[in-house]
């Protein structure tokens, strides 16, 4: 079974890897945004009547991130050439993957006349960035998703466990299957997990009855998953919230717990992370019926769509980041105003247009995200509830 679990984890989708390397790069509990939580910077005023000048940082010449360093950029391009009323004047910087490098290019950024910055893209060069120039009030949206490190003058753009968790919590309870048990990966990312959960059933009005951790073991999982039983055996629980994914226990879940007594028809099955992204697993049987967030699936299409039409080959998955921060941005600017780039600005409360939907920065650096509601029924993802359109209606 250990040969099975490694043989999952190196058939995971480079976007699932790389999603999680966002997390693990910086996972410290001890590091924090750059200044607390206590308010981001003012950002500095802007000419109106000149191109607005962006730092891109991004890590080029990391042999791990190359690929998703140049579709990053090359989404950023795209998305500047969409812009009207508003001129961006991008310089693109290489952080090489390093959290000391990131911190001087975001200093030289600066220096050169920067006035936001877009990246890093891993959460501790992104921490190290935003100290850097938090001084001189300059702000920093990040392409990642560790909302440890959010606060200050740094914002987190990447899609967040809280942002999952509140869609699919709301969406059970509406339908009935409020009382989850958690299944979690004992790990730092599997922690974060549970708590974006537990913290939601709070707000939501759902009811975590219980949580399991488990190593990326076969005796643990079987474990895990007899403890999970039950819960559901005794009507504690109706559903089990799944932290893992696919470059993890994920795989062997789906085609296990219901041969274990947990059956899907009885029990729904509830995933934090995308369950779309691996077609061959469309057959599993834990997987028919359950619930998983996914981006706007007509706007997501029409980007990957578009930058194949530009660039002749698909998008990385983490490639509509680098589109929506030059998006927000640029809808900004184009308002015609020298505080533009201010973090009341930024945290504007009607949001942006993405790639995948409407989105906003919150103001202590995290983000919220319009997302559907999915499902796989015979082999096909179903979406059973749409991505809103707009903040404050349902879905919210």
């Known amino acids: 079974m250990f040969a099975v679990l490694s043989t999952v984890r190196k058939a995971a989708s480079r976007g699932a890897v790389l999603a999680s390397c966002l997390w693990l790069a ?20 802007i000419d109106t009547n000149a191109p607005v000048q962006v730092a891109l940082l991004v890590p080029k010449s990391d042999p791990g991130a190359g690929d998703v360093a140049r579709s990053l950029e090359n989404a950023v391009r795209l998305a500047i050439a969409d812009l009207q009323g508003a001129r961006i004047d991008l310089r693109v910087y290489d952080t090489a993957g390093s959290a000391s490098t990131a911190s001087s290019q975001a200093q030289r950024a600066v220096d050169e006349g920067a006035k936001i910055i877009l990246g890093p893209l891993f959460g501790e060069s992104a921490n190290a960035a ?15 998703n560790n909302t440890s490190i959010a606060g200050g003058n740094l914002f987190v753009l990447g899609a967040t466990f809280d942002n ?23 790990n730092v990312a599997g922690t974060l997990g549970r708590d974006a959960i537990t913290a939601a059933a709070a707000r939501t009005g759902g009811t975590v009855v219980g949580a399991v951790p488990y190593a990326l073991n076969s005796a643990s999982l079987n474990s895990a998953l007899n403890q999970i039983k039950g819960l559901v055996d005794s009507g504690a629980a109706n559903a089990m919230f ?5 470059s993890g226990g994920l795989p062997m879940i789906l085609d296990d717990a219901p041969g274990m007594g947990i059956d899907p028809n009885a029990t729904q099955y509830i995933g934090l992370s995308r369950w779309d992204v691996r077609p061959d697993a469309f057959s599993k049987p834990g997987i028919e019926g359950s619930y998983f967030a996914v981006p706007d699936v007509a706007m997501n299409r029409n980007f990957e769509a578009r930058y194949a039409d530009a660039y002749g080959s698909a998008p990385h998955a983490l490639a509509g980041l ?4 030059i998006a927000a941005i640029g809808a900004l600017v184009r308002q ?10 930024l945290t504007q409360a ?6 995948g939907g409407v989105f906003r920065l919150l103001s202590d650096g995290t983000n919220q995200r319009a997302l559907a509601v999915a499902t796989i029924r015979n082999s096909q993802v179903v979406i059973l ?8 209606g349902a879905g919210f």
């Open 350 to 355: 009607s949001g942006f247009q993405g790639t």
């Open 322 to 325: 680098g589109f929506d921060g």
């Open 26 to 45: 910086a996972c410290d509990p001890s590091m924090m945004g750059p200044l607390g939580n206590s308010g981001a910077a003012d950002g500095p005023q």
């Open 336 to 345: 015609g105003r020298r505080d533009a780039l201010s973090a009341r600005a």
């Open 385 to 392: 509830d749409p991505a809103p359109r707009s903040f404050g």
């Open 130 to 144: 935003a100290v850097a120039v938090a001084d001189e009030g300059v702000n920093v949206i990040s392409f990642s």
């Open 164 to 186: 999952s968790a509140d869609r699919l919590m709301s969406y059970a309870n509406r339908q009935g299957n409020g009382n989850v048990a958690v299944l979690y990966t004992d």
């Open 242 to 246: 799944i932290t893992d994914d696919y």
